[in-house]
């Protein structure tokens, strides 16, 4: 096992360069998930605008009872009723939305007539349709009971009130036994993908560049070892690497989200771990397929950067796939990393383990793992003819070159 | 140009440790080997010597089996060498052309990688690798990398990789390329211990200094072929030339040096750059007669040199042009 011995120790000296970007991929785990939380946060807090009613109508029940309902949703804003107030108020956005009952306002909408209600709102604010929406509210309930004969107007508002204060009771269920997995945990996962491919890629790289160096065959050719031998001691030693990286990046994540993990369901986790575990097969694939071009040492950190942004790039590592253009969306299907980011986006919205669920999971790893074969076997394809081929050996200088 | 074949005391009737019939190597258009024939009996320090290009490096990748060939026949401790047979390749040490060495292992961990190929046993390959460092005087660059080394001590590291298993064939291919003196030296002196402790050695050079100061049998190679096999002596009493005198004149009249080149024996007398060279069998008078001659015609000259024929001598007369080129 020498030569197995000798590609760990030339990994072992190249092990401050990896260990490099360990800690810039630490970095960007610990630091994306406190950038993007905002837009991913799940809480719920009630908005609540400042509005003025302007009632030319005088005081009726109708209009006292909106101004009542609104003022349940938002905080009341007096004003006069004075052109330049108004505009004032609106400007400096003392009041965000302002409804001016009109004069005859209440005979027009017990008659059944049109009624024509004017508001002013601030521009670009959600809250004007908020308020848009609660007076089509308790106007469309107030014609519900149509005349307020028989039952008297007050009672008819306060009626109105009642039923849209009435509260549906939601239950929020969640399917398996398991408590939710945060979005930090899904970015380290995508990021993951990328550390994967880049370790493994400069592990693998650095193994074959040392050993294919023509002079290097040559010398190796000459010893007594069978080059199958030799070869398989190089794909042992890839493999434990590979291992080695997926068992750190694992570890690492359950030690950052252990808590989370401890309470989620174990078999969503099993299948985060499982399509880790794809991803690191493909990360081997693709590095033995790169690695067959690599000629020289110093090339190795350009061919591993290029093919790990590139790959995580096109398959949504970085950007979000839903923020793709459909040209772009359409070449990224055709890279690998893209099932990743899919299998793993679907193990986050997971709603039961039944087949159907599942199936796009299931699929998305076997596109993975489909890729990883064909990566493998263009690779081998590369090397052997790599190795039949003399014009391997013409970077070493000879007589014949001299 | 006809092939000269010598046969010294040297190793005679011992039993062939490389065998090469009729060798054709091709590179396309090229003929790089054309009917190479080689035979290097045990105990040898067998010389390949040629200019650039003559097809040194291509015969040992071949006998090597490390390229493939269109013909011929290479049999290695009488068994044809093909690049699966190991039980042969397991006797043999190879000392590239190229320093081919990890960049990332130590000295000490590189020597230990190399013999690893063919000595499993841990203790057995730390005596050997020891050994290998004390050998190529690596003592204190054992944990030395590679890119630490100057070019000679690179070489020695070289060297120390193919030796440290105690192979009892050793191939070195052009080991002083760009070495100081001092480097030299040492690998020459080692090449020299290697051999008495037994080792048969293939040495392929273009200095030929060194190949006429290390090797028992000489063969010189041109486009391909061997031209002359033999020891140094034998190649050298190979050619006509036996002596070669080199006068500095400040001018030399053309009577003169007509006359110079009509004295019987005289084969080559020339003369450029304030110079006089002239080439005649060792017999001991043709100096004389020519110091004679430049006295009659009143031709002064300055110092006066006479050597015996140099490997270059052979090969230029064998082949028409200097070694050098």
């Known amino acids: ?56 109508d005088g005081d009726t029940p109708l209009s006292e009872g909106l101004a009542a309902y609104l003022g349940a949703r938002g905080n009341k804003v007096v004003l006069d009723d004075r052109l330049e107030t108004l505009q004032d108020a609106s400007f400096y956005r003392a009041t965000d939305y302002i409804i001016i009952l009109p004069q005859g306002f209440r005979d027009a909408f017990f008659s ?51 039923d849209l204060s009435a509260e549906t009771r939601v239950e929020t269920k969640r399917f398996g036994a398991g408590a939710p997995i945060s979005t930090g945990f899904l970015i380290y996962n995508r990021m993951l993908s990328y550390m994967v491919i880049i370790l493994i890629i400069l592990c693998v790289s650095n193994i074959t560049s040392a050993f294919r160096r023509p002079d290097m065959r040559m010398r190796n050719l000459c010893s007594p070892l069978k080059p199958r031998s030799m070869s398989l001691q190089q794909i042992l030693c890839g493999v434990l690497v590979s291992a080695a990286v997926w068992v750190s990046l694992t570890v690492l994540g359950f030690i950052m989200y252990g808590s989370e993990l401890a309470a989620a369901d174990r078999r969503t986790v099993g299948l985060i771990l499982l399509n880790t575990l794809v991803i690191t097969l493909l990360a081997l ?14 090339s190795q950190n350009a061919a591993a950067n ?23 969306l359409m070449a990224s299907r055709f890279t690998p990393v893209y099932w990743y980011s899919t299998a793993l ?47 391997s050996f013409s970077s070493v200088q000879t007589e014949l070159d001299a | 140009m006809a092939e000269i074949t010598g046969r010294g005391p040297n190793g005679a009737g011992a039993s062939p440790v490389i065998k090469v019939r009729s060798l054709v190597k091709r590179y396309g258009e090229l003929v790089a080997l054309d009917h190479f024939e080689l035979e290097v009996r045990r105990g040898e320090i067998f010389g390949l010597l040629g200019p650039n290009g003559s097809g040194k490096t291509t015969a040992i990748n071949c006998m090597l089996s490390l390229l493939k060939y269109g013909k011929g026949e290479v049999s290695l401790f009488g068994e044809p060498m093909k690049s699966d047979n190991y039980a042969v390749k397991k006797r043999i040490g190879v000392v590239m052309q190229n320093v081919a060495v990890f960049n990332e292992l130590t000295v000490v961990e590189n020597i ?22 004390a050998f190529t005087g690596l003592d204190d660059y054992r944990k030395f990398l590679p890119k630490k080394l100057s070019g000679g001590l690179l070489r020695r590291l070289n060297i120390a990789c193919g030796i440290a298993h105690k192979p009892e064939l ?60 033999g020891t140094k002596e034998e190649l050298k009493a190979m050619i006509r ?30 003369y450029s750059d304030n110079r006089l060279t002239a080439r005649y069998p060792a017999d001991g008078r043709h100096m004389i007669t020519i110091l004679d001659i430049l006295r009659r015609g009143n031709v002064a000259f300055g110092r006066v040199s006479s050597e015996p024929p140099t490997l270059n001598d052979v090969f230029l007369e064998i082949t028409g042009k200097e070694l050098k080129d």
């Open chain 1, 112 to 162: 059944g007539g049109t009624v024509k209600i004017k508001t002013v709102a601030t521009t670009d604010s959600a809250k004007g349709f908020y308020v848009d929406m609660l007076i089509n509210q308790y106007l469309n309930q107030a014609r519900f009971y149509g005349s307020p004969d028989g039952m008297g107007e007050e009672a008819l508002a306060a009626a109105v009130i009642r």
């Open chain 1, 306 to 328: 290029f093919v790990s942004l590139g790959l995580c790039f096109l398959g949504g590592v970085f950007v979000p796939l839903d923020l793709f253009g459909e040209g772009l």
């Open chain 2, 112 to 133: 230990d990688y190399f013999c690893g190929l063919y000595v499993p046993e841990k203790a057995k390959r730390k005596a050997l690798t020891d050994e290998a460092i």
């Open chain 2, 170 to 229: 050793i191939f070195l291919d052009e080991p002083t390329v760009a070495v100081d003196p001092q480097s030299r030296n040492h690998i020459l002196e080692g090449i020299r211990e290697l051999n008495r402790n037994g080792a048969t050695v293939v040495y392929t050079s273009h200095y030929m200094e060194e190949v006429e100061q290390l090797c028992t049998r000489i063969m010189i190679m041109d486009k391909g072929k061997a031209v002359a096999t």
């Open chain 2, 241 to 270: 030339t036996g002596e070669k005198l080199t006068a500095e004149i400040y001018d030399l009249p053309e009577n003169v040096l007509g006359e110079i080149r009509g004295v019987d024996g005289i084969f080559q007398a020339d």
């Open chain 1, 1 to 56: 096992m020498k030569v197995f011995k000798t590609c760990n120790t030339i990994i072992k000296r190249r092990i401050t360069a990896m260990a490099l970007y360990f800690l810039i991929f630490l970095a960007l785990t610990v630091i994306m998930p406190i950038l993007t939380a905002d837009q991913h946060t799940l809480d719920f807090f009630e908005m609540k605008p400042n509005f003025t009613v302007i009632n030319r």
């Open chain 1, 285 to 298: 694939s693709v590095a033995s397929l790169v690695s067959s071009f690599i000629r020289s040492a110093n």
């Open chain 1, 345 to 391: 986006d679907n193990i986050f919205a997971l709603t039961s383990f039944e087949w159907g669920v599942m199936a796009p999971i299931w699929q998305a790893m076997l596109t993975q793992l489909i890729f990883t074969a064909a990566f493998f076997c263009l690779a081998l394809v590369i090397g052997k003819h790599i190795n039949q081929s003399e014009k």
